[in-house]
């Protein structure tokens, strides 16, 4: 579970003859200016993936992350109209989400709610609340230093400045992940919780805390959304939980839990993003862009799925062409 799979491998191959046939073929594509653009539109998806992929690692979901950046945007807003200070206001966000991502676990692991319903629900009232914070309005007054470092690269380069955060935190996730004993309790959970329970593994209090750390990230990458567009609004990320867990199942982690890499999920990320965002450029409409998430959202459950089934019919069949003799236990004294 900590290696990288074949599924894996071929998701980042893609990925990279993706970027290299649109290089070559969309115009614009493989400038430095739009590589920069291409950055920040994944920066979004890359940030929130990395904790969404443990908790589905664990065979819970997390639907309710848009909404969680949008309210923190909203409340960023809020705030700054009241005078507060961004210095302020950042961290009281990401507080925020923390405490968003604690409703989430406390319903799934203390009330024992199905995640899936869960995070609908809290979905529509966090998106909800964002509207009363904020109503309609946009806020776009904020500090041109913040504005510009999200937006600015490094040393006037084509690397956006939030490459280099997203990096290390990455790098973090992966360790903790495929090299800690709290990724070993997130596959151990996802592949059986009674038999982790068994084990002497907290799972309740593993999946709260990893819920606690997916709202702080997406109220983190709220911050970053409204500075990027230097504009808080209640609807900012809307619809951004599909391309979220679509990077995710695209990347190889089972929908169903125990199985998958971070590398991978990276890999379905920049997939993703390197499609859309050739797409856009080929003056392709957001609703179209919608139906290539949707329908790789399908294809990442569906082709695993049958994999798996193929593989084990083809056992069973091997299985049966052995003859029941190579099955069967010795007679009594032979």
């Known amino acids: 579970m900590g290696r990288l799979a074949s599924w894996d491998v071929g998701v980042i191959v893609i990925a990279v003859l ?4 649109a290089s070559a073929s969309v115009e614009n594509f493989g400038t430095s200016r739009n590589f920069t653009f291409l950055v920040l539109d994944l920066l979004p998806i890359a940030l929130i993936a990395l904790p ?8 819970e979901i997390d639907l309710s992350v848009a909404s969680t950046l949008g309210l923190s945007s909203a409340v960023m807003g809020s705030l700054w109209n009241h005078g507060l200070t ?3 206001i950042i961290p009281l966000c990401v507080v925020l989400g923390a405490v968003l991502g604690a409703v989430n676990g406390l319903f799934v692991t203390v009330f024992r709610l199905p995640s899936l319903a869960v995070t609908i629900g809290t979905l529509a009232l966090f998106r909800g609340l964002a509207l009363v914070v904020l109503g309609d309005t946009a806020v776009a007054d904020f500090p041109g230093g913040y504005t510009t470092w999200v937006t600015g690269t490094v040393g006037g ?3 956006p400045n939030v490459l280099i955060p997203l990096a290390a935190l990455a790098v973090v996730f992966a360790v903790v992940l495929h090299a ?6 997130a596959f151990a959970a996802g592949a059986s919780e009674q038999a982790a329970r068994f084990a002497g593994i907290r799972v309740g209090r593993l999946k709260f805390w990893l819920y606690v750390v997916t709202g702080a990230v997406a109220g983190l990458a709220g911050v970053l959304w409204t500075l990027r567009y230097s504009s808080a609004r209640a609807d900012n990320g809307s619809g951004l939980e599909l391309a979220v867990v679509a990077a995710v199942l695209l990347g190889g982690v089972s929908i169903f839990g125990g199985r998958g890499t971070l590398p991978g999920v990276l890999g379905g990320v920049v997939l993703l993003a390197a499609l859309q965002n050739a ?3 080929s003056d ?3 609703e179209s862009l919608n139906v290539v998430t949707g329908a790789l959202l399908v294809v990442s459950v569906l082709v695993p799925n049958l994999i798996r089934r193929t593989r084990a019919a083809l056992a069973v069949s091997r299985a049966r062409r052995r003859g029941p003799t190579s099955l069967s236990p010795p007679l009594p004294g032979s």
């Open 157 to 159: 380069s084509a690397v």
């Open 86 to 88: 961004i210095e302020t």
């Open 180 to 185: 800690t004993p709290v990724g070993r309790w």
């Open 284 to 286: 392709v409409s957001n």
């Open 52 to 59: 969404m992929t443990f908790v589905i690692v664990t065979g």
């Open 18 to 21: 993706v970027i290299v046939v």
């Open 279 to 281: 797409l856009r450029l």
